[in-house]
Nanobody, 119 residues
Framework: QVQLVESGGGLVQAGGSLRLSCVAS????????VGWFRRAPGKQREGFAC??????????MYGSSVKGRFTVSRDKANNAVLLQMNNLKPEDTAVYYC??????????WGQGTQVTVSS
């Protein structure tokens, strides 16, 4: 079955860290750009991080809201992409999704994982 599954969300205090995983099954995740998106309560979905394929040297890109705090990397042994989130803020509270493209029109999405940051 072709799917993406996120995990690693939870409740953390402001200033804390979490690491999310996006594990692929049914295909090789290394062959695709992978985007991270989030939807906060009452807001539109936001794309905030992306990792390109090895063709582009696994280049990463970040939105201004997370740059310097979040890091995306590939876990090739586990067919996964990781999102390390440090210095979390209450405004990072959202449901986090990975997708099979850096664009919002990706064809494959995970089910999402909740991240809640308390002040």
């Amino acid at each position: 079955q072709v799917q993406l599954v996120e995990s690693g969300g939870g409740l953390v205090q402001a200033g804390g860290s979490l690491r999310l995983s996006c594990v692929a099954s049914g295909f090789n995740l290394d062959d695709l750009d992978v985007g991270w998106f989030r939807r906060a309560p009452g807001k539109q979905r936001e794309g905030f991080a992306c990792i390109r394929t090895s063709r582009y040297d696994d280049r990463t890109m970040y939105g201004s809201s997370v740059k310097g705090r979040f890091t995306v990397s590939r876990d090739k042994a586990n067919n996964a992409v990781l999102l390390q989130m440090n210095n979390l803020k209450p405004e990072d509270t959202a449901v986090y999704y990975c997708a099979s493209d850096c664009n919002d029109d990706a064809s494959l999405w995970g089910q999402g994982t909740q991240v809640t940051v308390s002040s």
